[in-house]
């Protein structure tokens, strides 16, 4: 069919755009600044070793003046040669208050950040290409954390691509001006549309880096799985990316565009007001506040970005898509951290006085769902109930809804349950805290920020690095995580079966028993009411939960 020929004809072009990149790499450059001529221009990156880099690849037009809050649009081919040896500034973000776990110096910040980066080895022809999305809650982060870079992953084959994408106010904000303007009828998703561009200048571009358009593995951790579970859900990514990976994903309730749903408020109706707060009257007065007072402002009014169901980038809630099987077809790598909370306190429900009145509340909220909940997250442990039932509401039960939607489409499921500890973290009450596992996955425990629990320079340290670099490496590969290292690691159909990642990975079933069932009512009678956000509102943070649903029941025991 004319599908099948467009493809084919596609494929043909980026082998001869990979053939030409190739001999220039080898023939056109001294051997440590290689240059490769893409389709968007010639670039001229860095060799270390057998993998060479390509840093700032701008890959939309700056975001900025009239351009800002609308759709990226292509990047100019710039005459020259690009001098890709350093980074892009980091997308414009809050400006920091306190230090913390996470924080790390990012450098200059601008509107003008929309590049991304290439990691490829040497002599790469038609390589996996593994494109990885930040986390940092949509507000925070950059693809220039040192801890992200790709040299690991390359080292085993695959060409290894970061984004910057936009964030904050300057990323989500929608307003009902901007949807008059728009030609779509819509705004907010900015910060999703610049991932979907980032991937489209991937399909055109990355055979010229060794990579292939056929086979790109679309990847991030914390909002940056979010960010996946998005695209998987937005029909202007389809066919973009083949795999997915999503490290401690939450699949969380969002706003709408035009009407207050799930105890938000419209998505335009937050823009207004944020504006409001910013006393900008109209959008020439909004693009005319520079940007760090903008983002700096608006998080002061109590914005918090999140992606907008917009009936164009995205039709409906997560879980509607998933269910539906609307989302992307493809297999799916996934799990998350036994202490993603330990880190993330905030995120956890308040402890009452005792124990008896842990489970009056309970009681109160959960309805006929409270022996569950307390058998479950019990009053003789307030603290670690409280950080569990966060941690399961919030990522176990996202990581399950993932594997199981994926099935259901008959794509492979991979799941893991991140539960090693080290001495500085466990020493510090962090034991498996969230994005622990990140360092591991990229292979660099020397490059965390300065507040990170230092991991142990230990030969036993670095085998599980390399074996995890191994799993993931294979499923960008050819979409089954394998190890000469470690064990088979089990697809998750197979008695609900997963890999535990504790001192050493361990293939176990059954992940936590009454857990995904549990979480799988609850929001189920939530969006049913169609008035209860679903998050971090858990335990005693619940609202009232509706009583039985017959419907939802009979879907979560599915």
């Not at 022809?125 to 040299?151: C, K, N, Q």
């Not at 998933?322 to 989302?327: K, T």
């Not at 991979?414 to 539960?419: A, F, G, R």
Request: net charge negative; aromatic share 8%; glycine share 10%.
């Amino acid at each position: 069919g004319a599908g099948g020929k467009d493809r084919s004809m596609r494929r043909a072009a980026l082998g001869a755009a990979a053939v030409l990149g190739s001999l220039l790499m080898t023939a056109a450059a001294p051997a440590d600044r290689p240059l490769v001529r893409a389709p968007a221009g010639a670039v001229q990156g860095v060799r270390a070793g057998e993998v060479t880099a390509f840093k700032g690849i701008p890959y939309a037009a700056p975001p900025v003046g009239g351009n800002r809050w609308r759709a990226p649009q292509p990047a100019e081919v710039w005459s020259g040669v690009l001098d890709a040896s350093d980074f892009g500034p980091a997308c414009v973000q809050p400006t920091p208050r306190v230090r913390h776990l996470y924080s790390t110096d990012l450098g200059a910040t601008s509107e003008d950040c929309l590049t991304l980066n290439i990691w490829t080895p040497a002599e790469a022809r038609g390589a996996p290409a593994f494109v990885w999305i930040h986390g940092g809650s949509l507000t925070g982060g950059s693809s220039r954390e040192p801890m992200y870079d790709g040299r690991r992953l390359a080292e085993r084959g695959v060409v290894v691509v970061s984004i910057n994408y936009r964030l904050g106010a300057l990323g989500y904000l929608a307003h009902p001006a901007l949807s008059a303007e728009s030609d779509r009828g819509v705004s907010g998703n900015y910060g999703l549309q610049d991932q979907i561009a980032a991937l489209r200048w991937v399909r055109d571009n990355i055979a010229a880096f060794g990579g292939d358009a056929e086979n790109v593995t679309v990847a991030g951790e914390s909002a940056g799985a979010l960010s996946v579970m998005y695209l998987m859900a937005s029909p202007e990514a389809r066919g973009l990316f083949h795999k997915a990976v999503a490290q401690s994903a939450y699949m969380i309730s969002m706003p709408e565009l035009r009407r207050p749903a799930h105890g938000m408020p419209a998505a335009e109706a937050a823009g207004e007001a944020v504006a409001s707060a910013l006393g900008a009257s109209d959008l020439e007065a909004l693009r005319g506040i520079d940007a760090q007072t903008l983002t700096d402002g608006a998080a002061g009014a109590g914005f918090g970005p999140l992606a907008v169901v917009d009936g164009v980038f995205l039709t409906d809630q997560l879980p509607g898509v998933f269910e539906r099987g609307e989302q992307a077809p493809v297999p799916i790598l996934t799990g998350f951290n036994s202490g993603e909370i330990r880190s993330l306190r905030v995120l956890a429900p308040p402890k009452p006085a005792d124990a008896a009145e842990y489970e009056r509340v309970i009681r109160e909220r959960y309805n006929d769902l409270a022996d569950e909940f307390l058998r479950l997250y019990p009053g003789s442990d307030l603290d670690s109930s409280s950080l569990a039932a966060a941690r399961d509401a919030l990522y176990g039960w996202t990581a399950e809804r993932l594997a199981r939607s994926q099935m259901a489409l008959g794509q492979a499921a991979w799941v893991y349950l991140w539960d090693h500890g080290y001495p500085a973290a466990d020493d510090a009450g962090l034991h498996a805290f969230h994005a622990s596992e990140l360092p591991y996955v990229f292979g660099t425990p020397d490059r965390t920020p300065p507040l990170w629990p230092r991991v142990p320079d230990t030969a036993g340290e670095l085998g599980l690095s390399r074996t995890m670099i191994d799993y993931w490496t294979a499923f960008a590969r050819d979409g089954r995580p394998s190890s000469r290292r470690g064990p088979e690691w089990p697809a998750f159909r197979e008695g609900r079966a997963y890999l535990r990642f504790a001192e050493a990975p361990r293939p176990e079933a059954d992940l936590m028993p009454g857990m995904f069932l549990l979480h799988e009512r609850s929001v189920c009678r939530r969006r049913a009411s169609g008035d209860m956000a679903w998050n971090w509102n858990v335990g005693t943070a619940s609202p009232v939960l509706p009583g039985p649903n017959p419907a939802c029941d009979r879907a979560g025991a599915r």
